[in-house]
């Protein structure tokens, strides 16, 4: 059972607008504490999509956006793409427990 | 450009030792503190072990205490995690992930990773 929660999966035809939630509590997200994205291919290295909540590092397209409110955070795609069909995580920091925590991950199908 | 390539996994018993390598190249790695991250099959992510950009620091999971240490070379580039007393909920493929956050502030977010090793721990 992972500290965030988010939703198994999430599925989209090409061209759609898919969101991807990810829920914590007043000990990390809601402390305060930034949340970061990440993709994940099988076989591949992860790859940051989403940092400090809001922001794309350089090359990830502006289809991919975040935000976080309360003890939640979302990445939003837009303009859904086949190569986008992959696992996504959602990362943060748990004062409670003093440690980096993940989410469960959610497999995006694009339809 | 920035890599980090894992190295060391395979197929062990449990009760017995591996030591996995990082090897980075591209950056300046003394500027970075390092994490090893896993993966079980058909699980997520979780982090297994900490250490700061000049191996002052180190900290691990509940889940590893007392049984792997994290270390680095920074000669050699190269980061590493010693395995041992292995179990077979150990089994994942384990990731190397740069650090360009302040753990220490909790703001530890990861911008470059390995594509992974896989540890299979056999009872």
């Known amino acids: 059972q992972s500290v965030l929660t988010q939703p198994p999966s999430v599925s989209g035809a090409p061209g759609q607008r898919v969101t991807i939630s990810c829920t914590g509590s007043?000990?990390?997200?809601?402390?305060?504490?930034?949340v970061h994205w990440y993709q994940h291919l099988p076989g591949t290295a992860p790859k940051l999509l989403i940092y400090?909540?809001?922001n794309r590092p350089s090359g990830v397209p502006d289809r991919f956006s975040g935000s976080k409110s309360g003890t939640s955070a979302s990445l939003a795609i837009t303009g859904l793409q086949a190569e986008d069909e992959a696992d996504y995580y959602c990362?943060?920091?748990?004062?409670?427990?003093?440690?980096?925590?993940f989410g469960g991950g959610t497999k995006l199908t694009v339809l | 450009q920035v890599q980090l390539v894992e190295s060391g996994g395979g197929v062990v018993q449990s009760g017995r030792s591996l030591r996995l390598s990082c090897a980075a190249s591209?950056?300046?790695?003394?500027?970075?503190?390092f994490f090893w991250v896993r993966q079980a099959p058909g699980k997520g992510l979780e982090w297994v072990a900490l250490?700061?950009?000049?191996?002052?620091?180190?900290y691990y999971a509940d889940s590893v205490k007392g049984r792997f240490t994290i270390s680095r070379d920074n000669s050699k580039n190269t980061l590493y995690l010693q395995m041992n007393t292995l179990r077979a909920e150990d089994t994942a493929v384990y990731y190397c992930?740069?650090?360009?956050?302040?753990?220490?502030?909790?703001?530890?977010?990861?911008?470059?990773w390995g594509r992974g090793t896989l540890v299979t721990v056999s009872s």
């Open positions: 400090d909540n809001r």
């Open positions: 990362q943060s920091y748990d004062s409670s427990l003093n440690i980096v925590i």
């Open positions: 007043s000990s990390n997200i809601g402390a305060g504490y930034d």
């Open positions: 591209g950056f300046t790695f003394t500027s970075h503190g």
């Open positions: 992930a740069r650090d360009i956050g302040d753990f220490s502030r909790g703001g530890s977010k990861f911008d470059y």
């Open positions: 250490i700061w950009y000049d191996g002052s620091k180190k």
